[in-house]
């Protein structure tokens, strides 16, 4: 029984997602409120832990790790939160956090709270604010017991300080029921491990399935190649595999910031626009004028998508 606050890290290429970052910095505050120590747990191959600004970074490295499974990095992580029970496990709301938040809830039987916007201290009990109905109500829970997992949206908190503090590196042995895992990666998507990271880009061109055709995912392109900005859509067109899953926004892709994020065919479900919500200024496109893009847009149009992309494209040419 202690008052330890566990990140779970989360590694993308060769850095830690954003998120990581942004809850530690509040894994830091509750740490403080509940007098525990911050740690962070790394599965698999580690980009640099002194980055963290954790008490100590617990690194795990097996064979079964070097390439994120559900069943290998589920279990790995198990064997160290059974082993140190901290009050709180905090993950990201990523495909991969909330794979292994579902499977520790039930191996530890400890409440998880996902799509967490907030968790707070509040004396010894935890306190969370979770999205449900895809962002439109937010319940605010009090998790029962004195130990529980929250698996957090990213972009709800600020990212932790550059560490002041080198942390503890310690390396954890691998439980020996990761010998018996029987998934086997078979790699990622041509072309999607070396992808840019869109929630970085100042600006995007974003397609919705408003576009009709694959073929004009091209006319999108040559805008989106115009302007210099990257590419992004909505989880349909990923699905359609017009555009690569690491170009997906929204509440189960990735949260993006730019300054101007031009939206072309897409109609605004709050599951998307869960993903934009921080853009500075998002101008839409699309046929249906009653369409709830226009709803978060600050200028908008009518007119028809490719014809839109056209026009623009033929603007930014050089005469
Ligand atoms: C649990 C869950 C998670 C989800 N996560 C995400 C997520 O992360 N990201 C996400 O995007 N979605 C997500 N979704 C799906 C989401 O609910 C919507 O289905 C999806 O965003 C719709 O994609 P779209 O706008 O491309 O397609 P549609 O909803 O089919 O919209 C196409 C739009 O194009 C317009 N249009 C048609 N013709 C033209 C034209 N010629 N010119 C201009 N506009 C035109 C139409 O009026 C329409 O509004 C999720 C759903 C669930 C249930």
């Known amino acids: 029984m202690n008052n330890d606050v566990l990140v779970l890290a989360e590694v993308a290429g060769d850095s ?9 910095g509040r894994a830091r505050e509750l740490a403080t409120a509940w007098g525990g120590r911050v740690l962070v747990l790394v599965l698999g191959p580690s980009p640099d832990p002194t980055a963290l600004d954790a008490d100590a970074v617990l690194t795990m490295a097996h064979p079964k790790l070097d390439a994120y499974t559900s ?26 956090g909330m794979d292994i938040g579902g499977a520790l809830s039930l191996w530890c039987q400890r409440p998880l709270v996902a799509y967490a916007v907030d968790v707070r201290a509040e004396g010894d009990a935890i306190v969370a604010t979770g999205q ?20 957090v949206v990213g972009g709800s908190f600020p990212p932790a300080r550059v560490p002041d503090r080198t942390p503890a590196i310690q390396a954890v042995p691998p439980p020996t029921s990761l010998d018996g895992v029987a998934t086997i990666p078979l790699g990622t998507p041509p072309g999607e491990d ?24 091209a006319v999108a392109r040559a805008l989106a190649d115009a302007l210099g900005a990257p590419l992004s859509g909505t989880s349909q067109v990923c699905d ?35 993903g934009i919500r921080e853009s500075e200024l998002i ?15 600050q ?10 992309l056209k026009a623009l494209t033929d603007r930014l040419r050089p005469d």
């Open 132 to 151: 449900l109905f895809g962002g439109k109500l937010l319940a605010e829970v009090l998790l029962e017991g004195d130990r529980g997992i929250c698996a």
């Open 240 to 274: 359609l595999g017009w555009l690569p899953r690491t170009r997906h926004v929204g509440k189960s892709g990735v949260k993006v910031r730019p300054r101007a994020y031009l939206s072309f065919g897409i109609s605004g479900a709050p599951e998307h626009l869960e």
């Open 283 to 297: 101008i839409a496109c699309n046929t249906d004028a009653a369409a709830p893009i226009f709803d978060a847009a």
């Open 16 to 24: 830690f997602i954003d998120p990581t970052f942004e809850l530690l």
């Open 299 to 308: 200028y908008g149009t009518t007119a028809d998508a490719v014809e839109l």
């Open 194 to 217: 070396e992808d840019i990271d869109i929630t970085k880009a100042s600006m995007l061109v974003a397609i919705g399935r408003g576009l009709k055709s694959p073929d004009n995912v």
């Open 71 to 96: 069943e290998a990095h589920a279990r790995a992580a198990y064997h160290v939160v059974a082993e140190i029970d901290p009050k709180l496990v905090l993950l990201a709301n990523t495909t991969e």
